[in-house]
């Protein structure tokens, strides 16, 4: 089961390094807001031209943390969620960037209005993610988890845990 499950996550980052590739080198993000909160972090954001590919670069090999915030910030204001994850999977998976291991929950879970359209692989997948950025810190992770379990969404039934994960939230 474990090999069949590392297969689909090959095959499904493949996929989306394949459609993230098409980029010119350049992208004007002048328009933008000053301030935008993502998650737990906020970006000042001012007026300077962004260079997608050394951002890319930066993310990939050397896991830079404002590289990162910049591809988030302008991917995910255009709703480009597929092309975010695979910088959001490199950030947590190969960094350790706790509001990453968010951010893939996101890509994942706000792609689909219809949450059974996800697949239980991709489910699971979220969750795990979302599970480690609470243990991590991240409170908005903290916050979605503490409701899943009150809720008995996605996960077991347990509002013990879910009211503590909350009483962390505040």
Do not use: W
């Not at 000053?34 to 993310?59: E, H, R, W």
């Not at 960037?97 to 219809?114: E, G, K, R, S, W």
């Not at 991590?136 to 979605?144: N, Q």
């Amino acid at each position: 089961m474990q090999a069949t499950n590392k297969i689909y996550f090959t095959i499904f980052i493949s996929i989306l390094f394949l459609f993230s590739c098409n980029y010119n080198t350049k992208k004007n993000i002048n328009n933008l807001s000053d301030v935008t909160i993502l998650g737990d972090t906020v970006v000042t954001m001012n007026s300077y031209d962004f260079d997608v590919d050394k951002a890319q670069y930066n993310v990939i090999k050397h896991g830079d943390i404002e590289s990162y915030l910049n591809i988030k910030q302008y991917q995910i204001e255009r709703a480009v969620y597929s092309d975010f994850i695979y910088y959001a999977l490199i950030m947590s998976d190969k960094y350790h960037y706790p509001q990453a291991y968010y951010d893939v929950y996101i890509c994942l879970f706000d792609t689909y209005d219809n949450k059974d359209e996800l697949g239980s692989e991709l489910k699971k997948m979220g969750i795990e993610y979302l599970k480690k950025a609470a243990e991590l810190g991240v409170l908005c992770a903290k916050e979605d988890l503490g409701k899943m379990y009150i809720e008995g969404k996605y996960l077991k039934k347990d509002v013990e845990k879910g009211r503590v994960l909350l009483d962390k939230f505040k």
